[in-house]
Each structure stands twice: as structure tokens, then as C-alpha cells.
């Protein structure tokens, strides 16, 4: 083999490896907005199946020991932990597995509930909207609307603990500072949860 042929087949090696590098790289950077808009979206009009809604166990509707100062029938939410625990006494609570604020949209504070709603309509906030454009500006309440079944609002805020047509989102942070619950985990906790109710939302639990 002369010096010059070898010459060649390296140079073409390398531009192989070259051309293979520069796809793996689209590919890499191709993926990572499309990971982010599935955990950013809505899915107007899609109705979940009733296996859908069947939550992994730790996530489940369940009485938990949970040691708190608070009165019964106060709702508290565990944002890490992606908890909401609706107080019983004596130490036990009822713990339901949410869907949470995604990063930048998560918060704190000492609230109560000012109203609640059966099948709530939906509209998207302009935030929203500017993300995602092809969202509808208004959705009726129904069985595929984002809001879910059920709605409790936070008073002072623009915040709801309401149900959700994407229940594979409950243990996730996807929401804009909304706390989702599965629509059959959310109407347990509406029928519980009167006008008034106090609502504690912390990052994580107190020491």
C-alpha cells in the first residue's frame, strides 16, 4: 500500500467519524425540546381510560401517620414530596400523590379554599398560551378538559387543586403551580374538603 492510498482511506475514516459525531449531536440536542414539551403540555380533549387513572400504590388514596400541629380537616402540601395530606387528628392523615409545579412555577404559603366547582371550565393563562399557541383560549368542563372533574380555588391566588385528564403526570412536576390529583382521587377529597378549608403548601415537610 503506497503512502498516498493510506493517506486517503484515512481521511475518509475520519470524515465517517465526523458526519457519525455530528448526527448523534442533532439527535441529542433534537430530543432534549421534545422532552421538555411532553413535560410542558396540555392534552385538550383526551379522556383518559379508568386503567389510565390506577395509580402506582405509594401514590394511592391512603391513611398515613403524619405527625402535625394542625387542625383536622386542613390541608397540607408536601411540594417535594409530591404529597397532599388532608389532616385527620391524632396524628393520621389521608395522603393523595399529586402533580406539582414544575421548577420556577412551584411556591409557598398559608391560603384557604374560596370555591369549588363540579367539571370546571378551563382557560389556558397567556403564559400558557405563549408556550404552547395551539392551545384553545376556552375549554367547557368535561371529561377531556386539563381541569378534570373537580376544582378547589385557592383563595388570593390564581392556584387550584383540581383533577386531570393526564393522570401518568400525579408524582411529577409538570404543572404551573397547580396541584393535580386523578379525577377519582380529586372527588374523594372535594366531597371531604368544605368552603374555608385551610390550605399549608411547603417544599417539604417541617422538622
Avoid at 411529577?172 to 372527588?187: D, H, K, M, Q
Amino acid at each position: 500500500m503506497t503512502h498516498r492510498v493510506r493517506e486517503q482511506r484515512l481521511h475518509s475514516a475520519a470524515s465517517i467519524l465526523a458526519r457519525l459525531g455530528f448526527c448523534l449531536l442533532v439527535a441529542c440536542v433534537s430530543a432534549a425540546p421534545a422532552a421538555a414539551a411532553l413535560n410542558d403540555s396540555e392534552r385538550p380533549g383526551y379522556v383518559p381510560t379508568e386503567q389510565e387513572e390506577q395509580l402506582a400504590t405509594e401514590l394511592r388514596r391512603q391513611m398515613v401517620f403524619f405527625r402535625t400541629t394542625e387542625a383536622p380537616g386542613t390541608i397540607v402540601v408536601h411540594t417535594q414530596e409530591r404529597f397532599l395530606y388532608l389532616v385527620q387528628g391524632n396524628n393520621r392523615a389521608i395522603r393523595y400523590g399529586i402533580g406539582v409545579g414544575r421548577e420556577g412555577f412551584q411556591w409557598t404559603g398559608l391560603k384557604r379554599i374560596d370555591r369549588k366547582a363540579e367539571w370546571p371550565d378551563w382557560v389556558p393563562p397567556p403564559e400558557m398560551i405563549e408556550r404552547q399557541p395551539y392551545l384553545p383560549r376556552f375549554m367547557a368542563g368535561g371529561p377531556g378538559n386539563p381541569m378534570g372533574a373537580r376544582a378547589l380555588y385557592i383563595a388570593g391566588t390564581v392556584y387550584r387543586i383540581h383533577g386531570t385528564n393526564q393522570p401518568g403526570t400525579i408524582g411529577s412536576a409538570v404543572s404551573s403551580g397547580c396541584f393535580r390529583l386523578t379525577n377519582p382521587e380529586l372527588i374523594d377529597l372535594y366531597e371531604r374538603v368544605p368552603i374555608g378549608t385551610k390550605v399549608v403548601v411547603r417544599q417539604a415537610a417541617a422538622l
